[in-house]
């Protein structure tokens, strides 16, 4: 135990979302015979949490920060590297699902990327974060597999849904800690507007981007799937309309994980309640 010492934990809280929401709107998308299973749920998320702790040890091996333990980032390592394989093998051999061994793909370019960036000290740039939203939003394809034991055609939409609302998010989040950080605060509303203007282009890009993605998917996306979009312009009408300044990262990104939430979740409704004709 004085070996392991305290668990090495990934201090980036913003991935967590972006990973989990994708993976049980997935999981929940379809309507599976049998309904869905829990236990398979459960395993994909061991899987997929591990598979993000496995690289901050990972990374302190690679460049060990001043005073670390070289023997407690290799405790970790393992620790998390069995988190993460063993549940992918429960589904692959016991679930039967082998092609689950393919996100394993994606899995290891983004964690190449994620230590490229730790070393040349890029982690916030804007373009790692894109890459980052593309490849967690892959967790929706993984639940559906996972569930189907195929990909449904609803279930790629699902993921490129899933893709454009993080992007989204991620463009008006990034902002909104710029703002806190150098201490911004617009007092006129319209001056504010002008100050958002950027993100405010880019979520209308996503509204546009959404109706493109349900005309395409030609009846397999209901059209009621864009309203759960219209959650991030509510939410981006708050920001722009307060009267008291925003202060604190950490009820930031609170409010964007119940944004969400309520997003994954009233996906899914539309999915599953409403037929696209």
Request: net charge positive; with cysteine; aromatic share 14%.
């Amino acid at each position: 135990m004085s070996v392991i010492g305290k668990p090495v934990i990934p201090k980036e809280h913003g991935v967590w979302p972006a990973l989990l929401i994708p993976l049980l709107a997935g999981s929940f998308v379809n309507p599976v015979p049998g309904g869905v299973s829990g236990s398979a749920i459960l395993l994909l998320i061991i899987s997929a949490v591990a598979g993000i702790f496995f690289l901050e040890p990972l990374r302190m091996l690679i460049k060990p920060p001043a005073g670390g333990v070289r023997s407690r980032f290799v405790a970790w390592l393992v620790i998390y590297f069995l988190f993460l394989l063993v549940p992918a093998l429960v589904l692959i051999v016991v679930y039967e699902r082998s092609g689950l061994a393919w996100f394993f793909i994606p899995g290891v370019l983004l964690t190449a990327l994620r230590l490229w960036s730790a070393m040349a000290r890029v982690q916030r740039e804007l373009f790692i974060e894109v890459v980052g939203v593309f490849g967690l939003a892959l967790t929706a394809l993984a639940g559906s597999y996972v569930q189907n034991g195929f990909l449904p055609a609803s279930s790629v939409f699902l993921y490129f849904l899933c893709a454009i609302w993080f992007l989204d998010r991620t463009f008006m989040a990034r902002r909104v800690l710029f703002g806190l950080r150098s201490g911004v605060w617009i007092e006129n509303i319209k001056e504010r507007a002008v100050w958002f203007q950027k993100q405010l282009f880019y979520h209308a890009l996503a509204l546009g981007l959404v109706l493109l993605v349900i005309v395409l998917s030609s009846g397999s996306v209901p059209f009621y799937a864009f309203l759960p979009f219209l959650l991030a312009t509510f939410a981006n009408g708050r920001i722009i309309t307060s009267k008291a300044p925003l202060t604190d990262p950490m009820k930031v990104g609170y409010s964007e994980l119940i944004l969400g939430l309520l997003f994954g979740f009233s996906l899914v409704v539309a999915f599953r309640t409403f037929v696209a004709v």
